[in-house]
């Protein structure tokens, strides 16, 4: 069983940026999509992120993060990272990698996440 460690998250001011780490016990390089996802407070986890590879790469984003935030993936170092640029309190919330597959499944068991913390 793969395990995904998540790291980087931290406390910032509104503006700033931050990059997260998610590093997987095992290979990633034949997983077609990685992603990232987000849950707040009293919220469900949603979807923020993701890469797929395979030939050609490909991201998508969550609107709300278009244009600020960047996926990418490093299959030597079995490794997805997510940079965050312009961060703002809505961001707020634990970040968590994880595999999909269909449209609800996902590969592995849940990390702990990292926690990012944006004040305004």
């Known amino acids: 069983q793969v395990h995904l460690v998540e790291s980087g998250g931290g406390l910032v001011q509104a503006g700033g940026s931050l990059r997260l780490s998610c590093v997987a016990s095992g290979s990633i390089s034949s997983l077609n999509r990685m992603g990232w996802y987000r849950q707040a407070p009293g919220k469900q986890r949603d979807l923020v992120a993701v890469i797929t590879s395979g030939g050609s790469t490909n991201t998508n984003y969550a609107d709300s993060v278009k244009g600020r935030f960047t996926i990418s993936r490093d299959n030597a170092k079995n490794t997805v990272y997510l940079q965050m640029n312009s961060l703002k309190p809505e961001d707020t919330a634990v970040y968590y990698c994880?595999?999909?597959?269909?449209?609800?499944?996902?590969?592995?068991?849940w990390g702990q996440g990292t926690q990012v913390t944006v004040s305004s």
């Open positions: 994880n595999a999909p597959y269909g449209s609800t499944r996902f590969l592995f068991s």
